[in-house]
């Protein structure tokens, strides 16, 4: 039952709970596992649990296994329940109570991520005129109210951070998420609780917010409101109104110069653009990069915790490396087997900049598996939009009978492929032991390249999936001796798998399972047809059946072959995504 709470396993936690309250309540010791098939929530998997446990413990203490119950020992046993007031008597109390029980009103404990996420949003909607935060500006402003770390797990917890707590928080209706990025505000009652939290705080003289007089505060934030409500009452809006025509009108004159000399799905696709040059210009200018000196921060090495050599040996990698005298992490990575990240030295929310150096390892039969099932294809189409700059795929000889049934040539492929197309650095090893040997050496070499210079990243507030990869190049444009880096946070954030796909990633993903539509022929695709609905009015547009076909014709401009979309398949294309009908 313990274990499955951990694992926050609700279903097996109350079908294990509803066993154990049986046998508790049960007053008399039973003998063997297989006796407790009379209790309610006991059946016969259970009972083998049970007897392999049983078994177990007498051979460790060398003590006789006692013998399995008859069917009339059972049945006595059964009767002597029906007899047994007491226990029947304990039973029915415990139900009533149950019935009568009223569920009290949470309120998250002092100090903790609960507590500690609410008062964040408190703040930011009341005091800074903010109703919603991203999970990276929430995680940054409650560390300050919060024991724990959002980041990194406590030494007793393998995989729960104090942000786990934001699911408490859903669950009970405190909070609420919406958008994309998605952002987080307090709910009605997460605001009613959240204010009493404070008034609790104040009345036993603890200071939340420093230099913030909350009575104050609040009573001129309520007349601002009376004052912003009784201007906007007399607001005339035809200035407005007559604004937004002449901003029609321009884009009418740009659409008509512009109609007899591109395709209608190439029009839309040259407004979007141009429109979005211009406010992402604006705004990066604006950014001002993070610096950290040298001397500050330390490189160290974060293992995913899926990383594993065997399943019976699955600490094996994370020994081996501390052994070897490395500092690492282990955790949950969204993205990739090994990362490094420069943490500062000595601070309390152990703030962490992700280095430009990842690495994805895969042994040569999962190599196979997951060129089969297309998990490779996936892997490094996330890979090529993370904005790491220095990709490796660590690849180890092992099994190498399948790989032989799979077909040499085919792995060649793979792998050449992998280097010369997608631009990755390829590293073979011939064990598990030379693989662990190459992370030190890397380990090594970024600490003497990083630990002695200034590093920048980029704010956590400036990220977006959507402008990501513009920033980093606009970025690298403006500073061309300088490397911009992110934190953890936003690592996470834009690589995770539910969370980072903008339209145009899901749109290439949708392209590339049309066979022989590889990931750079999706891509010239995309820039120029950037959702489906450029797409079906680009073929909309064209009367000629023959046209339609031949539309996506060498898209990629001829300059690179392997780029080029053939007429075959340009016309599976448009089959795919122009038929009503499949056959």
């Known amino acids: 039952m313990q274990e499955a709470k951990a694992i926050n396993n609700n279903k097996s936690y109350y079908v294990y709970k509803k066993a154990h309250d049986s046998v508790e309540k049960y007053p008399i010791p039973f003998q063997h596992p297989a006796e407790t098939v009379i209790l309610n929530g006991i059946g016969p998997t259970l009972i083998q649990k049970l007897e392999?446990?049983?078994k177990q413990y007498c051979e460790e203490n060398r003590l006789p296994m006692p013998l399995r119950p008859d069917e009339e020992t059972i049945r006595t046993l059964s009767q002597n329940i029906d007899q047994n007031q007491e226990f029947k008597s304990t039973e029915h109390e415990s139900k009533k109570q149950k019935k009568a029980t009223i569920p009290k009103t949470y309120v998250p404990q002092y100090r903790s991520g609960s507590y500690a996420i609410m008062l964040a949003l408190y703040k930011s909607c009341e005091f800074e005129s903010t109703p919603s935060m991203t999970k990276t500006e929430l995680i940054r402003e409650a560390q300050q109210y919060c024991d724990a770390s959002f980041d990194m797990p406590s030494?007793?917890?393998?995989?729960?951070?104090?942000?786990?707590?934001?699911k408490?928080?859903?669950?009970?209706?405190y909070v609420y998420k919406n958008g994309y990025p998605v952002r987080f505000s307090l709910t009605e009652s997460g605001l009613k609780i959240a204010k009493q939290m404070v008034q609790t705080a104040k009345s036993q003289g603890k200071v939340i917010f420093p230099n913030v007089d909350?009575?104050?505060?609040?009573a001129r934030k309520y007349a601002e409101r009376e004052i912003s409500l009784s201007v906007?009452?007399?607001?005339?809006?035809?200035?407005?109104?007559?604004?937004?025509?002449?901003?029609?009108?321009?884009?009418?004159?740009?659409?008509?110069?512009d109609f007899n000399k591109i395709g209608k799905g190439q029009l839309i696709r040259s407004t979007t653009s141009t429109i979005s040059s211009v406010s992402k210009s604006n705004s990066f200018c604006d950014?001002?990069?993070?610096?950290?000196?040298?001397?500050?921060f330390e490189v160290i090495l974060i293992l995913d915790n899926r990383e594993v050599k065997l399943k019976k040996d699955r600490d094996y990698i994370q020994d081996t490396l501390q052994q070897k005298g490395l500092k690492i992490s282990v955790r949950n990575l969204e993205l990739g087997d090994v990362i490094w990240v420069a943490r500062k030295y000595n601070s309390f929310t152990q703030e962490e900049i992700v280095l430009d150096y990842i690495i994805e390892r895969k042994r040569m039969d999962d190599l196979v598996s997951s060129i089969k099932d297309g998990r490779f294809r996936e892997q490094k189409f996330r890979l090529s939009r993370s904005?790491?700059?220095?990709?490796?795929?660590?690849?180890?000889?092992?099994?190498?009978?399948?790989?032989?049934?799979f077909g040499i040539d085919a792995i060649k492929s793979a792998m050449t492929s992998t280097q010369v197309l997608n631009g990755f650095f390829l590293k073979r090893t011939g064990a598990i032991d030379q693989s662990i040997d190459y992370l030190v050496r890397m380990t090594n070499m970024l600490k003497k390249l990083y630990e002695n210079k200034t590093i920048y990243s980029i704010p956590d507030g400036a990220i977006y999936r959507a402008n990501f990869l513009d920033l980093k190049q606009n970025l690298a444009t403006i500073y061309t001796n300088r490397t911009f880096h992110v934190s953890f946070a936003s690592y996470s954030d834009l690589n995770s798998k539910?969370?980072?796909?903008?339209?145009?990633?899901?749109?290439?993903k949708f392209l590339m399972t049309i066979r022989g539509l590889s990931a750079e022929k999706a891509a010239e695709i995309v820039k120029i047809y950037p959702t489906p609905h450029h797409l079906f009015d680009a073929f909309d547009f064209l009367d000629n059946e023959e046209e339609k076909k031949k539309m996506l014709m060498n898209v990629g401009g001829n300059m690179i072959r392997r780029k080029n979309i053939g007429s075959a398949l340009s016309e599976k294309v448009y089959q795919i995504w122009n038929n009503d009908v499949y056959l």
């Open 52 to 54: 392999r446990k049983l």
């Open 155 to 166: 030494a007793h917890q393998k995989y729960y951070t104090a942000w786990s707590c934001m």
């Open 168 to 173: 408490t928080l859903l669950d009970k209706d």
């Open 214 to 218: 909350i009575d104050q505060l609040g």
């Open 232 to 257: 906007n009452d007399n607001l005339n809006y035809s200035n407005d109104k007559e604004s937004g025509i002449i901003a029609l009108n321009n884009s009418e004159v740009f659409l008509t110069n």
């Open 287 to 296: 950014i001002k990069p993070v610096e950290w000196a040298p001397g500050t």
């Open 387 to 405: 904005g790491i700059g220095q990709i490796i795929y660590l690849i180890e000889d092992y099994n190498l009978k399948e790989v032989a049934e």
């Open 498 to 508: 539910s969370k980072s796909l903008t339209l145009k990633d899901t749109f290439i």
